[in-house]
């Protein structure tokens, strides 16, 4: 029987992300980006203007950040200890919404906080690329792992029987995201790697 395998997002759940892309704003490009849960175009205001970001200026702004500041991310609270103890039990792999160009470079950036772990790009909901890795490793039992409601919708139409644990790890945000469990699309909402550890093992195996 082959080992389970936890599929978890990295921004937010591994490594702190908004935090430094806000701090970035402000410092660089004179951009004020309030950490309230309001989407990424509404939250964020030039300083020496009145006229409204444009979506596509936010996107190029979060590429630009992924492309030159990765080094700033810094690991969310028990992250890096928690994917060792779960490798122990299970294959882990990051299912990141980044686009195909930055995996290797999301890769290196795990591997400098010590966690070495396949890394899958993915641009839009998550469910389909979620099912091929499923399929590709056959495991006996799959957690997914995302900060993002949608991605949890997504996985719970295309792959029912994976199991789902909400998590963000950002204490400024957390509670202004939309609960994927509270919405019926998630197994379990737990923003701490504390409480997350011992829910995932047990999990594993099949106690959940």
Not at 3 to 32: I, K, S
Not at 88 to 110: G, S, Y
Not at 158 to 166: A, G
């Amino acid at each position: 029987m082959n080992r389970p395998l936890v599929v978890t997002d990295c921004d937010e759940v591994l490594l702190h992300m908004v935090r430094h892309f806000r701090d970035w704003l402000g410092e660089e490009h004179g951009v004020d980006f309030l950490l309230e849960g309001n989407p990424f175009v509404q939250s964020m205001k030039r300083r020496d203007s009145d006229v409204e970001m444009s979506e596509d200026e936010v996107w190029e702004l979060l590429g630009l950040f992924f492309d030159t500041e990765m080094g700033r991310q810094t690991p969310i609270e028990g992250s890096i200890a928690a994917i060792a103890e779960l490798q122990r039990e299970a294959d882990v792999v990051v299912l990141t919404n980044l686009v195909d160009k930055r995996n290797e470079a999301r890769v290196r950036q795990l591997r400098d906080f010590g966690i070495e772990a396949k890394v899958f790009t993915n641009q839009g909901p998550k469910g389909g690329a979620l099912s091929r890795i499923v399929e590709e490793f056959a495991p006996s039992r799959a957690v997914f792992i995302d900060d993002i409601a949608q991605h949890h919708a997504s996985a719970g139409e295309v792959v029912p029987h994976v199991h789902r644990l909400h998590f963000c790890g950002e204490p400024a945000i957390a509670p202004h995201v939309p609960c994927a469990h509270k919405a019926g699309h998630a197994h379990a909402r737990i923003d701490s790697w504390d409480e997350a550890l011992p829910y995932l093992l047990e999990t594993l195996h099949g106690e959940k």
